[in-house]
């Protein structure tokens, strides 16, 4: 039975930490949502761990920075994981060996400032890397210079490593725009070779678990995707709180009870259902 909480205030203190998702969650990429400011003040003042578990492909560092800059506290997060920073983790400890990337990336400059203290090249060209790093893309762009790497690269048989494997992301004003794990998913699909880092997939989650130094405690996800958020704490055994205000926003239109419309959202998508829902994080 899924619970319907008026507030994160009504359970948070039954869990050890709780982590949360970033866009959708605390933010619509230009502004804090309206109660999620004061929520998470409150519940940090109360002794509440609280983290941040996004699947961007940026390091932890720029995203940490991002949330600071919307007006929360520098020091309201005792950790910031980003799938960005789970596979810079893992080239600079020598689990992944590629070392000539070309990188698709949201803005300009991104990937340089992602691989600062990496041993890597990246190069423009799909038929001179070693693998494609799929790490964001500019809202509106034309798909054509992305569908020509990746075509490259299927042919050419190189990995994809993505490090966004959210299908859409919220934006402002309730609009959702595509995002990388869409074309991973059809990369695959078209039998390509894809690495995901991040949410829903278990080591991202037993990576922020670890960090914490609660491999074996009671751990709260906040997130608005089912597929990512809900699916992937639920693997990892942890409790979900799905916030309905997010990517899912448009659905959550009054058209239908909120429980017939979060059924059918998870049905659509194969995910589990969450053990909590919030209209918005408060």
Not at 147 to 154: G, K, Q, R, S, W
Request: charged residues 20%; hydrophobic residues 45%.
């Amino acid at each position: 039975m899924v619970r319907r909480l008026d507030s994160l205030a009504d359970i948070a203190a039954g869990y050890d930490a709780v982590v949360l998702d970033q866009w959708g969650v605390l933010h619509d990429g230009s502004a804090p949502y309206a109660g999620a400011l004061a929520s998470l003040d409150a519940l940090e003042s109360t002794g509440t761990r609280l983290a941040v578990l996004s699947n961007s492909g940026k390091r932890a560092a720029p995203n940490a920075a991002r949330i600071a800059a919307m007006g929360f506290a520098p020091d309201l997060f005792e950790l910031v994981m980003t799938s960005g920073e789970a596979l810079w983790q893992d080239i600079a400890g020598g689990l992944v060996s590629v070392r000539r990337l070309c990188a698709i990336e949201r803005s300009a400059g991104d990937a340089t400032a992602w691989a600062a203290g990496l041993d890597v090249t990246l190069t423009d060209s799909a038929e001179e890397a070693e693998a494609v790093l799929l790490m964001g893309l500019s809202d509106g762009a034309s798909p054509a210079p992305v569908a020509e790497v990746l075509d490259t690269a299927l042919a050419r048989g190189i990995p994809v490593l993505c490090t966004n494997p959210d299908r859409a992301s919220p934006r402002a004003g309730g609009v959702t725009v595509g995002s990388p794990g869409a074309l991973a998913h059809a990369h695959a699909d078209a039998g390509g070779n894809v690495r995901f880092y991040g949410k829903p997939h278990l080591p991202v989650f037993r990576a922020v678990g670890s960090a914490l130094g609660l491999t074996s405690g009671r751990i709260l996800m906040v997130g608005d995707s089912l597929e990512h958020d809900v699916a992937g704490a639920k693997d990892a055994g942890w409790d979900a709180v799905f916030v309905e205000g997010g990517l899912h926003a448009a659905a959550f239109d009054g058209s239908a009870p909120p429980e017939t419309t979060l059924a059918r959202l998870a049905a659509a998508t194969g995910a589990p259902l969450p053990d909590y829902t919030l209209p918005e994080l408060c």
